[in-house]
C-alpha cells in the first residue's frame, strides 16, 4: 500500500491586540466579513460561525464585480477558547489554527492541508494574504 505524503502551509501573522480581541474578530460574523478576502477586488458578503466542537461555519467570497463566488465552510473538531481551534472543510482538508499572547500582542498560526489546483506558494499567498487583512482589520478597530 502507497502512502501520499502531503506537505502542510502554515501562515502567520502577530497582531497588536490583546488575545480575547483577537480571537473575538476572527471568530465573529460581522468581523469576519471585514477581512476574509485575499484581495481589494473580493470581499465577504456573508459570514455565520459556531465557533464550539461539531459547530460550523459558513463564509461567502465573492468578487466585488459579481463574476464568481464560493463558500468557505466546515465543522468544528476542536475548540479550546482563546487558545486554539480545529476544523475540517466540506472537501475534508483540515486546519489547525492557534493563538498565543505575547504581552499587548498576539501571534495567530494557521497549518492548512493544502488542495491540489493550485501551487502550493498560491495557495500559501492567498491564505496569507487573508491573515494580513485580519491583522489590519483588528488593528484598526
Same mark, same amino acid.
Request: aromatic share 12%.
Given at each position: ?44 458578503? *456573508? =459570514?455565520?460561525? !459556531?465557533? &464550539? @466542537? ?9 468578487? +466585488? ?21 480545529? *476544523? =475540517?472543510?466540506? !472537501?475534508? &482538508? @483540515? ?9 499587548? +500582542? ?22 496569507? =494574504? ?12
Amino acid at each position: 500500500m502507497k502512502t501520499v505524503e502531503t506537505t502542510r502551509i502554515t501562515v502567520e501573522t502577530v497582531v497588536n491586540a490583546p488575545l480575547e480581541k483577537a480571537w473575538r474578530f476572527f471568530s465573529e460574523p460581522e468581523h469576519v466579513t471585514q477581512w476574509a478576502f485575499a484581495s481589494d477586488d473580493w470581499h465577504a458578503p *456573508y =459570514a455565520d460561525n !459556531d465557533l &464550539r @466542537t461539531n459547530g460550523k461555519f459558513k463564509t461567502t467570497m465573492a468578487a +466585488k464585480d459579481g463574476s464568481f463566488s464560493f463558500d468557505f465552510e466546515g465543522v468544528y473538531t476542536n475548540v479550546v477558547p482563546n487558545k486554539s481551534f480545529e *476544523y =475540517a472543510m466540506a !472537501d475534508g &482538508r @483540515t486546519v489547525n489554527v492557534a493563538f498565543s499572547a505575547d504581552g499587548p +500582542k498576539t501571534k495567530v498560526t494557521e497549518t492548512f492541508d493544502p488542495e491540489s489546483q493550485n501551487s502550493l506558494d498560491m495557495q500559501r499567498a492567498g491564505w496569507q =494574504a487573508i491573515l494580513e487583512n485580519y491583522r489590519k482589520h483588528v488593528e484598526s478597530n
